[in-house]
């Protein structure tokens, strides 16, 4: 996909909460019914409230607007965390600006969140004395990922819209580099994506999906 494929409109939820749209994919990065309380439920409820651990490592796949590592960062106050994030495409800082997560999820954290993706890409960042992110530029299918993960929130575009990124290699890699009891969440809940999962060597459920979504997939490596 070349860079100027990903022209992208901003445009508001049903929960009055931004995403972008994508015209050339005609593809949103959230759900048009609400993209924290999206994030929430696939990322948050569905993946790291389940896992009781700390220190805990996550690794994300399409780090997108950041709405992901924004409600990891509010959510794990008293944990700490190393969050390891990739992205091909990064955001204009006109589009980062005018998202209002900083003050939509927590009024009076817009700083917080713009130091996000303020942080300098391809290194170890230091957001408080907890958290660590390390955004990581490039293809999730080619870059070299990082070990002992805990988490995996699979956050890519849709499979019909971005096959390349929903293959049986990624899924097997992601399986050898993850802990034990690890989860990997996403909000597609596609037979051929669970199949992939399963064949990796997760144990695949489908789950209740946020508003709009009937399911979403949970893997767990066992």
Same mark, same amino acid.
Do not use: C
């Given at each position: 996909m070349e860079k100027k494929e990903l022209s992208r409109e901003l445009q508001i939820t049903a929960d009055g909460s931004h995403t972008l749209f994508v015209p050339a994919m005609d593809e949103h990065y959230h759900s048009v019914n609400g993209a924290v309380q999206e994030s929430k439920h696939v990322f948050i409820e569905a993946g790291l409230k389940q896992l *009781?651990? *700390?220190?805990?490592?996550?690794? %994300?796949?399409? !780090?997108?607007?950041?709405?992901?590592? !924004?409600?990891?960062?509010?959510?794990?106050?008293?944990?700490?965390?190393?969050? !390891?994030?990739?992205?091909?495409?990064?955001?204009? %800082?006109?589009?980062?600006?005018?998202?209002?997560?900083?003050?939509?999820?927590?009024?009076?954290?817009? *700083?917080? !969140?713009?130091?996000?993706h303020q942080a300098e890409w391809n290194r170890s960042v230091p957001i408080n004395d907890s958290f660590t992110l390390h955004k990581m530029h490039g293809d999730s299918n080619t870059a070299s990922l990082p070990g002992q993960i805990d988490l995996v929130y699979f956050d890519?575009?849709?499979?019909?819209?971005?096959? *390349?990124?929903?293959n049986q290699e990624i899924f097997n890699?992601?399986?050898?580099?993850?802990?034990?009891?690890?989860?990997?969440?996403?909000y597609c809940a596609k037979g051929v994506v669970r199949r992939m999962l399963q064949t990796a060597g997760f144990t695949v459920e489908r789950i209740p999906g946020p508003p709009g979504k009937r399911e979403m997939l949970r893997a767990i490596k066992v």
């Open positions: *009781d651990r *700390d220190p805990i490592r996550i690794f %994300e796949v399409g !780090f997108g607007t950041g709405l992901n590592v !924004f409600l990891t960062l509010l959510e794990t106050e008293h944990r700490t965390v190393e969050y !390891f994030t990739i992205e091909q495409y990064p955001l204009e %800082e006109q589009l980062i600006h005018a998202l209002n997560y900083g003050e939509r999820v927590l009024s009076g954290k817009t *700083d917080l !969140f713009l130091s996000l890519a575009f849709a499979p019909d819209k971005q096959p *390349d990124m929903w890699k992601l399986y050898k580099q993850m802990t034990s009891g690890g989860i990997l969440t996403t």
